[in-house]
């Protein structure tokens, strides 16, 4: 079980690396949040499998409905931001302006 909770825990800091280090682009921020949200999936799934009671498999069903809504959501607001300042760069985006 150590190995596994190794790789999960490597998976997840390595997408936390990934938005932390790459946020040129909004989409490579979107593939790192779904690569932390995939990695959490496995990660309770493994969990709920080992503890062995009923009540929590549907716990890894919520998170992976939230995560395709997440993904949904993200893409959309990708979409939009294209259309409306012509790129998808991080440094464009300023919130602060209106």
């Not at 690396?17 to 990695?39: D, I, K, P, Q, W």
Request: some cysteine; aromatic content about 12%; charged content about 5%.
């Amino acid at each position: 079980m150590l190995s596994s909770f190794f790789t999960f825990t490597s998976t997840f800091t390595l997408g936390i690396m990934g938005l932390m280090l790459h946020r040129v682009h909004f989409l490579s921020a979107l593939l790192c949040l779904e690569g932390m949200m995939l990695s959490l999936f496995i990660a309770i799934s493994l969990w709920s499998m080992k503890t062995g009671t009923g009540s929590y498999f549907s716990i890894p069903m919520f998170l992976l409905t939230f995560s395709a809504c997440e993904a949904g959501v993200g893409l959309a607001l990708m979409v939009a931001t294209t259309r409306t300042h012509g790129t998808d760069h991080l440094k464009n985006l300023n919130l602060l302006q209106c």
